[in-house]
């Protein structure tokens, strides 16, 4: 799938078709030894067939892997002959992505989160929202992407001389679920009437960005439904870098590509990409005065928190992992939705170059965390009827991280 990625990137000014994933085979696979775990970073090092969601990193934590139709056979009998345990969790991902997007149909009420919303959508949802609520909502724009979209988000501010907190999602094109759910906490932040999300927009500053890869989310509605990565040219032909990567703390450190093919590319250096870059700058305006910032993205139910080289407790990582721990037992009351909660190299992949490492390390404001939000099992193709449950029980999460992190004078 690698090489079908490639090569339609090679492509996409004369062919704009669709590309098809039919009987493209999602795997659950379960390495729980050392040697395991070997076959699968080989493999995952050497392919341009299947394509590895996550990183095979620690053992027993679960790998989700696609593979096409024609090697189905090949794969799982490597995966017996090496006695590794595996799910099959689809049988045809196309499908899954044709649910994704059937009964997508603006509804006469304005915005929803009962589906995965379109960057249209949110866009006119954000023009929207700061000309109704004008007296404390702003339209705040950090630049444009290198397709000259603009990176836009809003500003909720009901009381000046508050301190900050900032929020962002999709730096990830195929991770649709992280801007719905970013919109939904602003949702909750302007309108809500629950007691808890009123003061928390009233006792702090809130920068929003939904969207901080465009480019990538519109190539992945359109054309790539598993695209990562922004649209900027780089060398050899191949388009784009991935910007959760693309952050100046530890950049290349590990879980990245230099490859520029690959869909885990980190580009020529930090902020190589005009979309962390504007980014970052605008972080920057509001640096001193952060409070926290909060980063989401799919998928595997984690919350990181920093910094993710590492498994040594950083800045006040121990008063986080508690905050952390008690907020993703909030997260769980709805739905029970289990998160485990760590650095990346402890529970998740130790990718390094993410915003949240970067602004703690620049600014470090007390609060900071990444969530990989739902699921472990379906990752890209999460079924629409898990939308509005992975907002509300989010929503419910971050209010707890406010209550926590004040009820332990960390706020
Ligand atoms: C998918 O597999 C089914 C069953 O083997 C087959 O009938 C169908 O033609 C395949 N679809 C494509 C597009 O290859
Ligand atoms: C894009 O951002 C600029 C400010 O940088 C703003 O003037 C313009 O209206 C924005 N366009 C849209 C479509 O939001």
């Not at 929207?128 to 501010?157: C, M, P, Q």
């Not at 359109?222 to 191949?238: I, Q």
């Not at 099992?377 to 991280?401: F, H, K, R």
């Amino acid at each position: 799938m690698l090489k079908l990625l490639i090569l339609c990137s090679c492509c996409v000014f004369v062919w704009s078709e669709k590309v098809r994933y039919d009987n493209f085979t999602l795997y659950n696979v379960k390495p729980l030894t050392e040697e395991h775990l070997k076959y699968l970073k080989d493999l995952y090092e050497d392919t341009d067939v299947f394509d590895f969601w996550s990183i095979p990193s620690i053992v027993e934590n679960h790998v989700s892997v696609v593979s096409p139709p024609e090697t189905k056979e090949e794969f799982q009998n490597a995966l017996k002959s090496h006695g590794i345990g595996y799910d099959v969790v689809l049988e045809d991902i196309q499908k899954a992505f044709d649910d994704q997007t059937r009964n997508r149909r603006k509804r006469d009420s304005g915005m929803y989160w009962t589906n995965y919303q379109t960057i249209d959508e949110i866009y006119e949802w954000l023009h929207e929202l700061a000309r109704t609520h004008s007296n404390f909502v702003t339209l705040i724009h950090a630049g444009k992407s290198y397709e000259g979209r603009n990176i836009t988000g809003v500003r909720i501010s009901r009381r000046s001389g508050r301190k900050a907190f900032f929020i962002d999602g999709g730096q990830v094109g195929a991770d649709w679920l992280s801007p719905t759910v970013v919109t939904y906490l602003i949702n909750q932040l302007v309108t809500g009437d629950d007691p808890e999300a009123r003061s928390a927009s009233e006792d702090f500053e809130w920068h929003i960005f939904p969207i901080v890869n465009p480019d990538g989310h519109q190539f992945s509605q359109d054309s790539v439904r598993l695209w990562m990565k922004n649209r900027r040219p780089s060398r050899s032909s191949a388009i784009g870098v991935d910007l959760s990567k693309n952050w100046n703390s530890q950049w290349a450190v590990s879980g990245g590509s230099f490859n520029p093919s690959d869909s885990n590319y980190i580009g020529l250096g930090p902020f190589s990409e005009p979309e962390t870059r504007y980014v970052s700058r605008y972080i920057d305006t509001i640096g001193t005065n952060l409070a926290g910032l909060l980063s989401f993205r799919a998928f595997g139910q984690r919350l990181l928190i920093p910094f993710a080289h590492t498994i040594e407790p950083m800045y006040n990582y121990r008063d986080m992992l508690t905050i952390g721990r008690r907020a993703m037992g909030s997260l769980a009351v709805k739905y029970n939705t289990q998160y485990l909660v760590g650095t990346s190299k402890e529970v998740h992949d130790g990718s390094t170059g993410t915003i949240a490492d970067w602004v703690k390390h620049r600014f470090n404001p007390p609060v900071v965390a990444t969530y990989q939000l739902r699921d472990r099992s379906w990752g890209y193709t999460l079924p629409v009827n898990q939308v509005l449950p992975s907002c509300e029980e989010t929503y419910d999460s971050v209010m707890a991280i406010l209550r926590e992190a004040k009820f332990m004078n960390v706020l």
